[in-house]
């Protein structure tokens, strides 16, 4: 961490006086060219691969970023050239990082961007002009900052949000620089290029979404429809997933192909219990039955500790965090789902497999309703059965089972029912009426 | 059509009691009509082939699904080795697809089966079938002593089975929808809009919860039916095994499903 802090100090695009950003001109320069991405003839001042050697950043490993950044975008090895290509001629694109109700920690994942330095840099490089907790200026100058971003390029910047966006109380539940959240979200998002939103909070609502909250709080696609959002969630997201999409855009122009949802298919296309390093033992029935049981020493599957991996799209066993050191299972804590729709609410309680049902008391299961529920009938019947009997027996009528004589038979013909008009007597059997009698 | 079955052991004396009007229940512009012999008894083939066979193969189904089901939502077993949980899950959906197929078998024969079988007998069209619901809880609840008169299903069974229907469909597509997170197959697509808007743990819950209602069904089920063969002594037990119950010609002729044109059946 502390690598990563130090190295990114240089890189935040702000005078430390609280003066207008130093790339400002860049930037304005950039609006002229149109679409961002495109060669823009490739001035050698700005691209991001002389940007890089200033910065200690061999052309190796750029490369070697490049083929991991393939990797990631699940495209074959081939295209590592071409993103190297298109990363080493793209123009710096103005960035702005907006945050709502948040606890920031999508931001610590961003500032701790894994394939050392390079992603990192390649997200600074995108001339991160507005990230209000780790930009330089404060007050009327950081919003300057935001404005002049707006101003200078609009349509030309991309617009990162973290956290939810309450719309409760006319969205005062989140005030920035006296305004609020919401109306921010609309104006920003609103004019970017694209918008991604980072995080489970801005993505569905997240925490400040669930059940109790009083805030009213939204995703930012909810909130301004008409943008091109692309949804990240994750708490927090996979810093890994922010720079592969941006890096998709770089090079071929377009966001990634995504879901329902909006959350790219590279990284949230698969079930995390399929990519799973436990999964052989989910197959083989092998679970921990409790914290710090054998099955938890020998890394047996989460599975009846309520792991949510058998219903979560996310690419965590693949990529994991921190520099691809570890992600939840397996440091040994079943997945929570936070990167699905409502998670908080859908996903708890966290440790079992199953939601509790809702209108009984909160510690009621699912399977303690369903056995009163059969335990119930059964006892119905039995009570309702004894009181038949005693009946039937005071009624005596015990009619004879047996009658007398050959027993005729009926057998209905064609399935006609009476309104069908079908004939009484004549066709035959058709439908099964030559039954074996 | 009309054979002569297998003659019931018993009395051979002949039948003393007075004929009755078999039509009593029925609407007063009626024509009364007698049959003879009321109290003789006449088999009636009630269920046929496909009934039965529906029937038994989701018995099967639903106690080998609740079975892996429960299994798979609480796995109690530790094995020593092999591929338990991936065996179990492999069963479920296997017989998950047998159970959806003798559903459609049943479906198709709502409109091809005979009167007891067809979706008349289960959806009221006429004012004796939505008094039958009256009458039928009546018997149920020891208001009312004598049983309406039905050879099929009667109108709350019918209803219930309506019920059991739909949470038959509950539970084919909750569980679809929970398939196709793996990986939407043709058929499996068609439901996984579930997920995305109840939620997965949503449709989990309902699907959970629906086995245990089912599985109450079967308990009240299987009770109803031995009560009513105690009752009416008409073979309701293994009707469901040979397809003939045993009624009276009294009971044929009063019947909601039966009627005095059955009699013409009868040679």
Sequence with gaps: ?437 | MAEIGASAPGLAAPDTREPVHPFDALPPNHPPLLVAQPWQRVRVYVWEVPVRITHWVTVTCVIILSLTGGYIADPFLIPAGGETMGIVRFIHMLTAYVFVASGIVRTYWLFRGNRFARWQAFIPTNRRHLNEFVSQTEWYLFIRRELPGILGHNALAAATYMVVFFLFAVQTGTGFALEAQRGATVVTSLFSWMNDLFGVQTVRLVHHLVMWAILAFMIHHVYAALLIDHIEKNGLMSSIFSGFKFATRRDVAKARDGGIELEEMLK
């Design chain 1, 1 to 437: 961490m502390g690598g990563a802090a130090t190295n990114r100090s240089g890189p935040v695009p702000v005078g430390g006086d609280g003066s207008p950003p130093a790339p400002d001109p860049t930037e304005q320069a950039h609006g002229a060219h149109g679409r961002a991405r495109e060669p823009a003839g490739t001035n050698g001042e700005d691209s991001i691969l002389q940007f890089l050697a200033a910065r200690g950043i061999s052309r190796r490993a750029f490369l070697r970023f490049c083929g991991a950044m393939a990797a990631a975008l699940a495209l074959p090895a081939g295209y590592g050239p071409q993103i190297a290509k298109a990363l080493s001629t793209a123009p710096r694109i103005p960035l702005v990082w907006l945050e709502g109700q948040d606890c920031a920690g999508n931001t610590e994942g961003f500032l701790r961007a894994s394939h050392p330095t390079v992603a990192e840099l390649v997200l600074d490089t995108l001339s991160l002009n507005y990230h209000e907790t780790i930009m330089a200026p404060a007050g009327r100058a950081a919003e300057k900052s935001l404005s002049d971003t707006i101003t200078a390029s609009p349509g030309q910047y991309i617009a990162v949000v973290e956290g939810a966006v309450p719309v409760a109380e006319d969205g005062t539940y989140c005030l920035i620089a006296g305004r609020t959240f919401r109306s921010m979200v609309e104006e920003v998002c609103g004019k970017a290029l694209l918008t991604i939103t980072v995080g489970t909070c801005a993505f569905d609502g997240g925490l400040p979404a669930a059940s109790g909250g009083p805030t009213g709080a939204a995703g930012v696609a909810a909130i301004v429809p008409g943008a091109k959002v692309v949804n990240l969630p994750g708490c927090p997201m996979n810093v890994q997933n922010l720079t592969a999409t941006i890096v998709h855009y770089l090079t071929f122009g377009a966001l990634p192909a995504t879901d329902s949802l909006g959350r790219p298919y590279f990284a949230y296309g698969q079930l995390l219990h399929d990519q799973c390093e436990r999964r052989a033992h989910f197959d083989a029935g092998e679970y921990v039955l409790s914290w710090g049981d054998e099955g938890s020493r020998k890394g047996w599957c989460l599975y009846k500790m309520g792991c949510k991996g058998p219903e979560t799209f996310a690419n965590c066993p693949t990529v994991r965090f921190n520099d691809r050191t570890s992600w939840p299972v397996k440091a040994g804590h079943g997945c929570v789902g936070c990167t699905m729709p409502r998670f908080w609410d859908q996903m708890s309680p966290f440790y079992r497999r199953l939601s509790n049902p809702p209108g009984f008391a909160v510690d009621v299961t699912a399977d303690q309703i369903g056995l009163g529920l059969v335990g119930a009938v059964a006892a119905l019947s039995v009570a309702h059965g004894t009181v038949s009997y005693v009946r039937a027996r005071r009624a005596g009528d015990h009619e004879a089972a047996g009658e007398s004589g050959p027993v005729p038979t009926i057998v209905l013909p064609e399935p006609g029912e009476p309104g069908a008009g079908a004939p009484p007597t004549s066709p035959p059997g058709a439908s099964g009426g030559g039954e074996v009698s």
